[in-house]
């Protein structure tokens, strides 16, 4: 199911920027008992986005209560939201965009991450490298084609996932989720100030690592730094925390940090 701009509808208009341009911002979540999970965070995620690449959007009761009247009623989904910063013109100028598009959607739930969440997955690392640019790191925003190429190399690899480097070399993150790694009570997670995307189960885990026995550190690291690592998780607003039992030859079989943070992840506010 689709709403635009509130209305019951699946056609966007081809001038709107987010076709034109990819200008606009999403977050995607996850739906249990009819219910947003972290329905604020995903809210606030949005709003600093919009800010951010200076998109004038202000309808955010409107799209708050959009989201929690879709996920009524599924046990169990994803929600996602798009806002674009609309149609106006034509070239680069956004200056006559005055009604940006928010654009909902729901669909079934991925069933392969229960069966990851059991299991474990592997990782590949990626031929692909994510550009470093300050101003967009951290934001999710409307240009993820080095996310579809990341894709369309993993899918030619057995493996579930993709270990993504920047173009400097330091680990960054997974084609569709963030990466902590655990040294004995350490748990390291790639900066965000250069690349990649500052999800919302990332800084959730940051959170409660924050609180915990464990030590949290963001870091600068090499493909070789993560290969010493006694553990390795991935997460994101889905999953939403999966242990990694493979990194390349790297064999993980130790689940402490995973233990410690599913079930807090579990649990929706």
Request: net charge neutral.
């Amino acid at each position: 199911m689709f709403l635009i701009n509130g209305r019951e509808q699946d056609t966007l208009a081809a001038s709107d920027r987010a076709t034109q341009f990819g200008d606009g911002c999403f977050t995607t979540a996850r739906i249990i008992d009819g219910k947003v999970c972290f329905l604020s965070a995903h809210l606030q995620r949005l709003q600093n986005t919009c800010q951010k690449l200076l998109i004038p959007f202000d309808k955010w009761s409107d799209l708050q209560d959009e989201m929690q009247r879709l996920a009524a009623g599924h046990t169990r989904g994803v929600l996602k939201a798009i806002i674009s910063r609309g149609s106006g013109g034509r070239g680069y100028s956004g200056l006559n965009c005055h009604s940006p598009t928010r654009i909902l959607s729901t669909s079934a739930f991925p069933a392969h991450y229960d069966r990851w969440q059991k299991e474990g997955i592997t990782l590949a690392l990626s031929p692909v490298r994510l550009g470093r640019n300050p101003m967009l790191a951290g934001l999710k925003h409307l240009n993820r084609l080095e996310q579809v190429l990341i894709r369309s190399h993993l899918e030619q690899t057995d493996a579930d996932e993709a270990l993504v480097l920047d173009s400097e070399g330091w680990v960054t993150e997974c084609c569709a989720a963030n990466v902590f790694w655990r040294k004995d009570d350490v748990v390291y997670t790639p900066r965000m100030d250069q690349a990649g995307v500052n999800g919302i189960m990332r800084q959730f885990c940051m959170r409660m690592l924050a609180q915990s026995p464990f030590r949290i550190v963001e870091v600068y690291a090499r493909e070789e730094d993560v290969m010493q690592a006694d553990e390795m998780i991935v997460c994101n607003a889905l999953m939403p925390v999966v242990p990694v039992r493979a990194c390349g030859d790297k064999l993980l079989s130790s689940r402490l940090l995973f233990d410690f943070l599913a079930p807090l992840c579990e649990h929706p506010n």
